[in-house]
């Protein structure tokens, strides 16, 4: 546990709050394959800083897929959790990706569309409007480069559904590089997905909090020159 304590990259900490990047390969949460993931190495880290008694509080109030790299806050308090959980919700809460897809993008859109998720098979799809299970999925989107045969599109996350960009994007043409289960079999490497910016309201100090880290992997690195 301390070796991977030592990994955690925490960007902000106050009494409510912990911003931190999630690296690729862990999980968010706790699932059934007993893997490290990020919830339960924060509370050992608040813990072991702070020497607390007992269990410790940390709410997680967004998700990333494992194979996502990237920000994510987590709430230190239950009134912190439900606050940000409600600009979640309203849209408040800020959630800005960077993607490498296939192909060459238009400069700029919106996708929308209906998603369902098949549990039993951990896959999501685009279903029509009027599926009793759909939900609506919405992000913008605007090239910031291409290379070769792929572009490098900066996302504005409005919906956080399972699996969302991934779908979306492979539903219209221009799967994630590295995307295996939803784009093209022979790419290397993890999905070149990575949320890169998180901006919300404090939720006592009401102050705007803004943040953004630049991923460093390929094949993001493709594109450095560009960017």
């Not at 800083?49 to 709410?59: A, R």
Request: no cysteine.
């Amino acid at each position: 546990m301390k070796n991977s304590l030592k990994q955690l990259h925490i960007l902000y900490e106050d009494n409510h709050l912990l911003v931190v990047e999630k690296p690729v390969g862990m999980l968010s949460q706790a699932d059934q394959t007993g893997d490290p993931d990020l919830l339960t190495l924060l509370k050992a880290y608040l813990k072991v800083t702070y020497n607390k008694p007992g269990n410790v509080f940390l709410g997680l109030v967004h998700r990333l897929d494992r194979m996502v790299g990237g920000l994510m806050v987590f709430a230190k308090t239950s009134k912190a959790a439900s606050r940000l959980s409600l600009q979640i919700r309203e849209r408040q809460f800020i959630k800005k990706y960077l993607a490498v897809v296939h192909g060459q993008i238009a400069s700029s859109g919106t996708l929308t569309h209906y998603l369902y998720k098949n549990q039993r098979q951990n896959i999501v799809q685009v279903v029509s409007p009027d599926h009793p299970q759909g939900k609506l999925a919405e992000l913008s989107f605007k090239r910031i480069a291409t290379f070769q045969n792929l572009s490098l599109v900066d996302i504005d996350l409005k919906t956080g559904r399972a699996h969302q960009i991934r779908v979306q994007f492979a539903h219209s043409g221009h799967p994630l590089y590295g995307d295996r289960r939803y784009g093209k079999k022979q790419d290397e490497g993890p999905i070149a997905l990575y949320a890169y910016h998180l901006s919300f309201l404090h939720p006592t100090k009401k102050e705007m909090m803004a943040f953004t880290l630049e991923p460093h992997t390929y094949p993001f690195t493709l594109f450095t020159h560009d960017h």
